[in-house]
């Protein structure tokens, strides 16, 4: 699993706390996987209220009133 992080160099040795595998890695990925779900939910937050902000458009001109 931690191959798949080999593309930026330093990050596999950051997230786990060195080369190996041990109480720091599963320190830092706990403190991922508690905030990651509060990160998201504000992201969406954010995004449903600026989406209430600017209304609802139609960008493509389309007609959509019934005749």
């Known amino acids: 699993i931690t191959n798949l992080l080999y593309f930026i160099p ?11 595998v041990s109480d720091p890695t599963l320190k830092r990925f706990f403190v991922l996987h508690f905030t ?9 937050f954010i995004h449903i209220f600026f ?3 600017q209304g609802s458009t139609n960008p ?6 019934l005749k």
């Open 10 to 20: 330093g990050l596999v040795s950051w997230i786990c706390g060195g080369y190996l």
């Open 36 to 44: 990651f779900p509060f990160i998201a939910l504000c992201i969406v």
């Open 51 to 53: 989406l209430h902000l």
């Open 60 to 65: 493509l001109g389309y007609d959509t009133a």
